[in-house]
């Protein structure tokens, strides 16, 4: 079973920056990491995707977030970053981590972290 450990957010006011963390554990021998990524859930919405990185480097960004966050990832450590700039209280939201995972014996399976707390003050 793989597990998923966030860490960073907390408060910050607007305009400030942020950095949270994802570290992957558990994967076993004899497996690859497709890619890592993190989406969000603001209160009275739905989970949105945010910005994800491929094994191969490839970033993708949602409009919203473009120029101001950058993902990044420690393919040693199996670890994914987003460091977040110009923040906006729209930005403010639960961020989820997920990892998806490709092993001989269950094909690709995503997993998730438990989220982290993101709040943007203004």
């Known amino acids: 079973q793989v597990e998923l450990v966030e860490s960073g957010g907390g408060s910050v006011q607007a305009g400030g920056s942020s950095r949270l963390s994802c570290a992957a554990s558990?994967?076993?021998?004899?497996?690859?990491?497709?890619?890592m990524g993190w989406y969000r859930q603001a209160p009275v919405a739905e989970r949105e995707f945010v910005a994800r990185?491929?094994?191969?480097?490839?970033?993708n960004y949602t409009d919203s977030v473009k120029g101001r966050f950058t993902i990044s990832r420690d393919s040693a450590e199996n670890t994914v970053y987003l460091e977040m700039r110009s923040l906006k209280p729209e930005d403010t939201a639960v961020y989820y981590c997920?990892?998806?995972?490709?092993?001989?014996?269950?094909?690709?399976?995503?997993?998730w972290g438990q989220g982290t707390q993101v709040t943007v003050s203004s």
């Open positions: 997920y990892v998806n995972v490709w092993r001989p014996n269950t094909g690709s399976v995503t997993y």
């Open positions: 558990g994967t076993g021998n004899f497996f690859r990491i497709n890619f």
């Open positions: 990185v491929t094994s191969g480097g490839i970033t």
